[in-house]
Every structure is written in structure tokens, then in C-alpha cells.
Nanobody, 124 residues
Framework: HVQLVESGGGSVQAGGSLRLSCSVS????????MGWSRQAPGKEREGVAS???????IYADSVKGRFTISKDNAKNTLYLQMYTLKPEDTAMYYC???????????????????WGQGTQVTVS
């Protein structure tokens, strides 16, 4: 069955860095849209970054230039490298996956089908 497991979260001081990982199994990972969303307490979940099967990426304006999404198809792992972290980046971060037919574009992250349990990032 489909499984997404996040790791790499933690507590860091403002200006610091973290790298989140998402290990995926149960589906042909390389053919899926993949992404990261986050949800802070009392706020709606927001899309952070996504990457399609060709490696094209999209970022939220709030993280452009600071975060980098990437994937290693051989390891079935999705990454989110986060630099220059700010207190407003504090949130639970979720990995997500979505299959699309060949030739279609990835939908918005909130429409993705499969989600992990999340990993907490706290910036102080």
C-alpha cells in the first residue's frame, strides 16, 4: 500500500537550516507529482513546494530562494532543503504525492491524493 514517511524535522534557531526527507513506497514514485505542505497552529495548510515527474519545481512565494525541493528516484525519497529559517516557518510539514496521466500538469498541492503523517519544524 502507499506509504509516505517524513523525517528530519526538529528545533532550530532563526537563520539555521534543516533538511526534511520523505521516504515513499507502494507506488511508482518517479511517475508522480510530489510536494510539501505545512500547517501552523491555527492556520490553514499551505503548499510549500512541488516537483513533477520531469523535475520541474514550484515554490510558494514565502519560501522562494530559501527552500529547495528535490527527489532521488533511486532511493524513492523526496527532500526539502530549508535555509535561512524564520520563526514563521514553524509548522508541521507534510509530504504528499499525486498521480497524473502523462502530459498533464500537477494540480495544486491541496488536491494531492496521498499524505504522510508530518514532521514538526520549530524555528525560534
Amino acid at each position: 500500500h502507499v506509504q509516505l514517511v517524513e523525517s528530519g524535522g526538529g528545533s532550530v534557531q532563526a537563520g539555521g537550516s534543516l533538511r526534511l526527507s520523505c521516504s515513499v513506497s507502494g507506488f511508482p514514485y518517479s511517475r508522480y507529482c510530489m510536494g510539501w505542505s505545512r500547517q501552523a497552529p491555527g492556520k490553514e495548510r499551505e503548499g510549500v513546494a512541488s516537483i513533477d515527474r520531469h523535475g520541474s519545481t514550484i515554490y510558494a512565494d514565502s519560501v522562494k530562494g530559501r527552500f529547495t525541493i528535490s527527489k532521488d528516484n533511486a532511493k524513492n525519497t523526496l527532500y526539502l532543503q530549508m535555509y535561512t529559517l524564520k520563526p514563521e516557518d514553524t509548522a508541521m510539514y507534510y509530504c504528499a504525492a499525486h498521480w497524473i496521466p502523462y502530459g498533464r500538469s500537477c494540480p495544486p498541492l491541496y488536491e494531492y491524493t496521498y499524505w504522510g503523517q508530518g514532521t514538526q519544524v520549530t524555528v525560534s
